[in-house]
């Protein structure tokens, strides 16, 4: 499912050897590492992966609990990260991520934890993970509506992922950030109604654009619901103004709706392929099965896995890390006619 690419050694890479944190050759900074837990996924959203699903990774290429918190402890005291997103496919079906949550906090506590998740589960786990250290939680939900659910996840489940998004509200895992996801013919319409919901709730709605990253490469720029088109309907319903709030490496361009009614609220979009915002960008990403990638859209991986399990220290573990990160390309490239998709989707690089 892979591209992966060997490390040079240090010595023989360009990369400063001053440098100490996840530098690029741009001047870039990672300190925002999103950690996939695993590959699989309990939902099967139209733009991610088929109805039947992916071939997921064998049990044993997976990175352990222990292997996880050591990587993740290494980024914080090594390598200056100072925020961890866990992400999949879906975490809440990885066991013993309450654990991970809680070993990692523990190791590091001035880690800002968060989670990327649909939500579906997360009413039995949300208190347990806030008592672990987690801070917040990101919610994949593309509609209100149960047809429109059903039809973008192709299960029936919109019923367990608003008690799940309730459940992480009541433990203190605030702001909860719901990230939509809107298709042409599909939910284009419901822009609006989420925007109602969501400040109504008191959560902070995103709406994302629809990147190349589905396992079936079916994605059309022709098709892609634009930021502009997402704005001129938002405003077409509401009051919306730019907040003046700085942005700095976030990945969401921020807006003042009001809705009316006293439903007023911010609601960002993120438009990663019209707008990109890679010259900002503090990512790096660490797959469930130990590959650092340091763009979304790379078409490499650097193997961090196999010098765990070889027995290298955690100095040495930096620095191959410091040597993924410095190739960093300055931009995605999906406007480039050249520009191909990773061989991995979504599901199997983590958010």
């Not at 609220?265 to 392929?273: K, M, Y």
């Not at 890679?278 to 660490?286: E, I, K, P």
Request: charged share 25%.
């Amino acid at each position: 499912m892979s591209e992966l690419v060997d490390l040079p050694t240090p010595v023989a890479h360009a990369r400063p050897a001053t440098e100490r944190g996840l530098v690029d050759r741009h001047g870039r900074v990672a300190t925002d590492l999103r950690v996939s837990l695993t590959d699989r996924c309990n939902l099967r959203c139209s733009y991610c992966m088929p109805p039947e699903g992916l071939e997921w990774l064998p049990g044993e290429d997976v990175l352990t609990d222990d292997e996880v918190v050591r990587l993740v402890t290494i980024a914080a005291e090594h390598l200056g990260v100072r925020e961890v997103r866990f992400t999949g496919g879906e975490p809440l079906v990885r066991r013993g991520l309450v654990d991970i949550v809680d070993r990692v906090h523990r190791a590091a506590p001035g880690l800002e934890l968060s989670l990327t998740t649909n939500a579906l589960g997360l009413a039995r786990t949300a208190t347990a993970l806030a008592a672990a250290g987690l801070t917040r939680v990101n919610v994949s939900l593309d509609s209100v509506r149960p047809e429109s659910y059903a039809a973008l996840t192709r299960r029936d489940r919109l019923h367990d992922a608003l008690a799940g998004i309730e459940a992480a509200a009541a433990a203190g895992l605030s702001p909860v950030k719901i990230n939509a996801v809107l298709l042409r013919g599909v939910n284009d319409a419901e822009a609006p109604e989420l925007v109602r919901w969501a400040l109504g709730a008191g959560h902070e709605l995103r709406f994302i654009e629809q990147m190349p990253l589905d396992a079936q490469h079916g994605w059309s720029r022709d098709t892609m619901v634009t930021a502009d088109e997402i704005l001129a309907s938002l405003e077409a319903a509401f009051d919306v103004r730019p907040d003046d709030e700085e942005r700095g490496s976030a990945p969401a361009e921020r807006f003042v709706v009001d809705a009316g009614d006293g439903l007023r609220g911010r609601v960002g979009v993120i438009a990663s392929v019209t707008r990109p915002f890679c010259g900002d960008c503090d990512r790096v990403r660490l797959t469930a099965d130990g590959q650092v990638r340091n763009c979304l859209f790379a078409r490499g991986e650097s193997d961090l896995r196999g010098a765990l399990r070889d027995g290298a220290a955690d100095a040495t573990i930096a620095d191959l890390w410091r040597t993924a990160m410095w190739p960093k390309a300055p931009g995605h490239g999906i406007d480039d006619p050249a520009f191909l998709q990773p061989a991995r989707p979504m599901s199997a690089i983590g958010g």
